[in-house]
């Protein structure tokens, strides 16, 4: 059913039902997101795509549009605020981007050039969360986990559905675990959908981490902007 | 008390080199020492991460030589995985090429810049001019000519370095095994024909002969005190290929002695074999020499010096004519003339020019086969990389558990090498400069700069770009009390 929304005042016309994320990008505004999948159920754990629906704060990738309903998301307090929580990430784990793999990769480092970060705010936790090395395949460096659970709910055990990853302990004992015999037994390419599905550099495929050569990397070749709301068109 | 703030490493100011010197009671002097803070922290730093990463950390040990750490740790990695060790998987030609063509960049870039921002203000304004001429703004205002071609020089082996590594600074394109890219064809025919704001190759050639000329200049009007200045006699190392001429990427290891015989020769990862370490309380960098032949007659010479002693030809034209004359100079006997170190740099800059030209013409950097991915069986768990880099013979050593973690890093840089070297030059710029009272002059710590700059040694390397290298003497009596100390 054909509804009709205004963000930042904009008349849009969309679907009921649709993801704000998604009805924002096809109208060429850009929201950023760091745990939201396209076509993936909304995890809402980052809450870096807030904006304001009706006068009240909320995460756009949670939200089904509905007729008439009111969406700001270009105003310097929601721009401060998604920036703020870009460098609460950023604070929260040990992030030395210039010897990182995920560099030019890196969805958090992509979306802290785009949000205009240039220095955390907040006091550097300077966390100590060991590796985790023991599978074949797959390292943990935990330091730069952001706890977008992405890993957790799409990357599961062919035979069995099964969760491969899980974070374990609560706050700041927070972390990431992988379950080695079901590690093990992923196949080349799910290792590679893993360490493609972290948005950071904390699911790393062991050997391979510098194969892209400077300009060719992901966000090199397009901006995490231009990546969200060209989906669309391609 | 004041004693202590010397050697203070709590005290000590980054990047400073600290001189002492020992008289005994007639003022003649004992002993002189350089004590390096080197920072040891990033053998530590590395363990327990991936090892792939090794090459991408380490090289940020410096500013200025990091491609030859970079590939060092390459290397090391290499043979962590397998490839390119005796006769297992051997390396793909372009990977090596690649390489290779980062590392001559470097060595021009490097060289170019130790030798026209350091050493030929010195040259043209002598060493007893005031530090704030004896500069490469000095020299802008005294041949601007000069100056314009030798940041054409710089922004060109910049360029290549950024084209080749990825980046100016800390480039990724090393990886265990290979390389992540080549070189396009659009990117090579830039270099070597050149573009607005661009030199071309051939122009690289004419420009890099400057720094000859201009140490044929010099030499010539000052033979005396250039010949003179702190003869220290070494024995000489570098990597060699197997007609014993110099590889600045790969080869083995031999040493030579002052009448130009083999007093050793090894593969590079029997290294541990032939040499220990030895340490000092005044100093946080290492001594190392030869086990067999002890501390006093064992330490070595690395360099543009000790390279052009061992070589027995160089590749190229240009700078194998001038490799003659400086053969010839000493008569087939190795040069111990510590200033003739900035004759064996201006020919290396030339031959670096001269290399890199041969190689953009390899149609091997186009080719698309850049990677080795041995199985998970060749995986040996250890690996050693030497190269030559500008400053010498570097070692990068690591060793890794199955899971991928780094164990163990040691990392000996050329500095190291030189240390007893170093030490041995100070002691003799010390000796020929004393006054006869118990001071400092600045006559004394010019020489001392000078003597050291010589070996341009990377505690130096923060304060390249401002020409001055900052430099604390302090002086004692027979009883060990401080009687003068001078810093710039
Ligand atoms: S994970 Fe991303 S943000 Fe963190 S260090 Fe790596 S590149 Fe930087
Ligand atoms: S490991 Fe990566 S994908 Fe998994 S929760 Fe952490 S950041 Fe997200
Ligand atoms: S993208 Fe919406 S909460 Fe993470
Ligand atoms: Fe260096």
């Known amino acids: ?234 | 008390m004041s004693r202590k703030l010397v050697i203070d490493p709590v005290t000590r100011i980054e990047g400073h080199g600290k001189v002492t010197i020992q008289l005994d009671d007639d003022n003649n002097v004992t002993d002189a020492k350089l004590h390096v803070v080197e920072f040891r922290g990033f053998e530590k730093l590395i363990q327990g991460h991936p090892y792939w990463e090794a090459p991408m950390l380490l090289q940020r040990i410096c500013g200025i030589c990091f491609v030859s750490h970079h590939l060092c740790g390459a290397k090391a990695l290499d043979d962590m995985v397998g490839v390119g060790l005796g006769s297992g998987i051997p390396m793909l030609p372009t990977a090596e090429k690649v390489r290779r063509l980062g590392h001559y960049a470097q060595q021009l870039q490097s060289h170019v810049t130790a030798y026209f921002y350091l050493v030929v203000p010195e040259m043209l304004f002598g060493m007893d001019a005031p530090p704030e001429q004896r500069n490469v703004l000095g020299l802008v205002e005294q041949n601007p000519a000069l100056v314009k071609r030798v940041v054409a020089l710089r922004k060109w082996g910049q360029e290549l370095i950024r084209t080749v590594l990825g980046k100016r600074m800390h480039g990724i394109s090393s990886v265990p095994g290979g390389v992540s890219k080549n070189i396009s064809l659009e990117e090579r025919d830039r270099f070597l024909n050149g573009e607005e704001g661009l030199l071309s190759i051939d122009e690289v050639i004419e420009y890099a002969q400057e720094g000859l000329k201009l140490f044929y200049e010099f030499h010539g009007q000052h033979r005396e005190q250039v010949d003179s200045f702190a003869v220290v006699p070494s024995l000489d190392m570098c990597l060699v290929n197997d007609e014993g001429n110099v590889d600045y990427y790969h080869g083995r290891i031999r040493i030579l002695d002052e009448d130009k015989r083999i007093v050793r020769e090894f593969d590079y990862h029997d290294y541990l074999e032939h040499f220990s370490e030895a340490t000092e309380e005044w100093s946080y960098m290492k001594f190392p020499f030869l086990k067999d032949l002890g501390r006093e007659k064992g330490s070595v010479r690395v360099g543009p010096l000790a390279r052009m002693n061992v070589t027995k030809t160089l590749s190229t034209p240009l700078a194998q004519a001038a490799l003659e004359k400086f053969h010839a100079y000493t008569g087939g006997k190795s040069n111990n003339m510590t200033l003739h170190t900035n004759w064996a740099r201006a020919i290396e800059i030339i031959h670096s020019a001269e290399l890199i030209k041969e190689l953009l013409h390899d149609p091997d950097l186009q080719n698309e086969q850049l990677l080795m991915t041995p199985a998970d069986n060749a995986w040996t768990g250890e690996g050693i990389g030497v190269v030559e880099a500008p400053r010498g013979t570097l070692l990068h050593h690591y060793r890794a558990d199955r899971s991928g973690s780094i164990s163990f890093a040691n990392l000996i840089v050329s500095t190291t090498q030189n240390n007893s070297v170093i030490n041995r030059t100070v002691r003799s710029v010390a000796q020929d400069y004393i006054s006869g009272k118990a001071e400092i002059t600045e006559g004394m710590m010019n020489a001392i700069e000078v003597g050291i700059r010589a070996y341009d040694p990377c505690l130096s390397c923060a304060t390249h770009a401002l020409g001055q290298m900052p430099l604390e003497i302090s002086l004692f009596n027979a009883e060990g009390q401080i009687v003068d100390a001078q810093r710039r």
């Open chain 1, 1 to 234: 059913m054909s509804i009709q929304i205004t963000i930042d005042g904009q008349p849009v016309v969309t679907e009921a039902g649709e993801n704000l994320v998604d009805v924002a990008a096809q109208n060429s505004v850009y929201i950023p997101t760091l745990c939201y999948l396209k076509g993936k159920p909304c995890l809402g754990t980052c809450r870096v795509c807030s904006v304001r629906v009706n006068g009240h704060f909320t995460a756009a990738c949670s939200v089904p549009v509905t007729e008439g309903m009111q969406v700001e998301v270009d105003t310097a307090e929601l721009a401060d605020m998604r920036k703020a929580l870009i460098e609460s990430l950023f604070s929260e784990g040990n992030h030395n981007c210039p010897s990182c793999e995920k560099s030019g990769r890196c969805e958090l480092q992509a979306t802290g050039y785009e949000v205009g970060m240039v220095v955390s705010r907040f006091p550097y936790r300077f966390p100590l969360r060991p590796r985790e090395v023991a599978a074949d395949h797959i390292w943990l460096e935990r330091d730069r986990c952001i706890f977008c659970q992405r890993c957790v709910e799409f990357i599961r055990d062919r035979q069995t559905d099964q969760k491969i990853f899980a974070i374990k302990g609560r706050g700041t004992a927070a972390q990431i675990e992988v379950n080695t015999e079901l590690a093990n037994r992923m196949p080349p390419e799910q290792v590679r959908e893993a360490a493609d599905i972290c948005p950071v550099g904390c699911i790393i495929e062991k050997g391979v981490g510098f194969n892209d050569p400077i300009g060719r990397r992901k966000f090199e070749l397009q901006s995490v902007r231009e990546r969200a709301l060209g989906e669309e068109e391609s």
